[in-house]
């Protein structure tokens, strides 16, 4: 357990459905992330939220609605998606937006594995 | 157009031997670069960074080098471990991170044979 979870850890959903992805963390940590992981891709930035407040958002389409109801909890909305949405969606924190958020690195959850059909 | 690239999307290394990491960036505004190691079904962890400003960083038997001229980063890994094994991500910040936006690379596939 790295302090970051993540639920659930696997998701089947169809084109027409509504999810969430949750996220929670108790590490202390005022930013955090969302990251999406497609095969053969690197991973690539979405959502940022610093302080609960939304700093960055990475060009998303509307189909994924982030919500971050305090600093603890980040949650993924998830409706109408395509099936080249299917990925490994990961959740991460630290400490801050910034400098000290680099110096010791964000931390990850283990991801959602989410498949579209 | 990929600003962090990793260009070997495998490694094989004998146990007790060094594992070198290799990573480019083709953006000069990055000026913080870490290093992260993912195991198959969990997430990324974070291992070991470095600012622009320095050019070597080390951490038990890890240490990172820089390379601004070059554009270029490396991870050496000694002596390399069976429990090394894993996948190993390159990720820059610029503008010290007040973005918050990490960049990554695509990731190397370490194998450490015992």
């Known amino acids: 357990e790295t302090g970051v979870t993540q639920t659930p850890r696997h998701l089947v959903m169809g084109m027409t459905n509504k999810k969430s992805l949750k996220c929670e963390q108790h590490?202390?940590?005022?930013?955090m992330y969302w990251y999406k992981q497609s095969a053969k891709k690197p991973l690539e930035l979405m959502f940022v939220?610093?302080?609960?407040?939304?700093?960055e958002n990475n060009s998303v389409p509307s189909r994924f609605s982030p919500e971050c109801p305090n600093s603890s909890h980040l949650f993924l909305h998830l409706h109408t998606l395509q099936p080249e949405d299917s990925a490994l969606y990961l959740c991460?924190?630290?400490?801050?937006?910034?400098?000290?958020?680099?110096?010791?690195?964000?931390?990850f959850g283990s991801g959602t594995r989410l498949t579209v059909v | 157009d990929q600003q962090v690239k990793q260009n070997s999307p495998s490694l094989s290394v004998q146990e007790g031997r060094i594992s070198i990491l290799n990573c480019d960036y083709t953006?000069?505004?990055?000026?913080?670069f870490l290093w992260y190691k993912k195991y198959p079904a969990e997430g990324p962890t974070f291992l070991i960074s470095?600012?622009?400003?320095?050019d070597k960083n080390e951490d038990g038997r890890f240490t990172v080098f820089l390379n601004k001229s070059a554009k270029h980063l490396s991870l050496h890994i000694v002596p390399s471990q069976p429990g090394d094994s894993a996948v190993y991500f390159c990720?820059?910040?610029?503008?010290?991170?007040?973005?918050?936006?990490?960049?990554f690379g695509k990731g190397t596939k370490l194998s450490v044979k015992p």
């Open positions: 470095i600012s622009s400003i320095k």
């Open positions: 939220y610093n302080f609960k407040e939304q700093t």
């Open positions: 990720a820059a910040s610029a503008n010290r991170g007040s973005q918050g936006n990490l960049i």
């Open positions: 953006n000069s505004m990055f000026d913080y």
């Open positions: 590490l202390g940590h005022n930013a």
């Open positions: 991460a924190s630290s400490q801050d937006g910034g400098l000290q958020g680099l110096n010791y690195g964000y931390t």
